[in-house]
């Protein structure tokens, strides 16, 4: 069953704007993550939070978790269009010892 | 270091065929997935290896499916009797055991699956 939920399934922004995505999942969770893919090629990681953390940085990511809202977001700021790509948030279960969950994804078009 | 490969790339083969996809992970990392991905859509979780513990099949759409990790190393993932419904990428990711502390996944570029 899907766990986590994004939103936008599409976002479209021109070079330079900041780009925010959101995530939404059902059951407690031990960390969650976000992961990037280039058409045609597997996921690659971006940024993993634990679930006692508010928020993490990393260069122009920035992600925040608000585990009593079961939600996530995603902050890309300055976007490149080599930004373009699908997003997708990935949870894991209580224990952590568990395959992630990952969502559909938001497909975001940076146009230059 | 080597990433997470994957082969073939591309496979297209006949309804009712039997496929296999190879999977090679980094070395080190016991956990290692398959999933699979149909257009557009998000990642669908097949099976789970994580050392020598009992692999972790609650994925698996049905007996046609099924995977196998030699040695704790490379693993194949099979699929018996082709149908077109089975057309999608297969991804593969490895990681360190995720424990509580939660491990990134590295996945490799997947195999594209089309069943004429």
């Known amino acids: 069953s899907q766990q986590g939920e994004e939103d936008p399934q599409a976002l479209s922004i021109q070079e330079g704007e900041n780009a925010t995505m959101n995530c939404s999942y059902k059951?407690?969770?031990?960390?969650l993550q976000w992961y990037r893919q280039n058409s045609g090629r597997g996921l690659v990681h971006l940024i993993l939070?634990?679930?006692?953390?508010r928020e993490k940085h990393s260069g122009r990511l920035r992600v925040t978790l608000d585990t009593s809202k079961k939600s996530s977001s995603l902050l890309i700021t300055a976007s490149r269009a080599a930004d373009t790509a699908s997003y997708f948030c990935a949870t894991d279960g209580p224990s952590g010892n568990t395959p992630l969950v990952f969502g559909k994804g938001t497909r975001l078009s940076v146009i230059a | 270091g080597a990433g997470v490969s994957q082969s073939p790339s591309n496979k297209v083969t006949e309804k009712g065929k039997d496929v296999e996809l190879r999977c090679d992970p980094i070395s080190g990392h016991t956990a290692l997935y398959w999933y699979r991905q149909s257009l557009g859509q998000g990642l669908e979780f097949l099976i789970y290896f994580q050392g020598n513990s009992a692999p972790d099949k609650s994925g698996l759409p049905s007996d046609r499916f099924s995977a196998e990790r030699t040695g704790g190393s490379v693993s194949t993932l099979t699929i018996q009797r082709t149908q077109q419904e089975d057309s999608a990428v297969y991804l593969c990711a490895s990681s360190l055991p995720p424990g509580a502390g939660g491990q990134p996944q590295h996945f490799g570029d997947g195999t594209r699956l089309s069943i004429l």
């Open positions: 939070i634990r679930s006692n953390e």
């Open positions: 059951t407690s969770i031990n960390n």
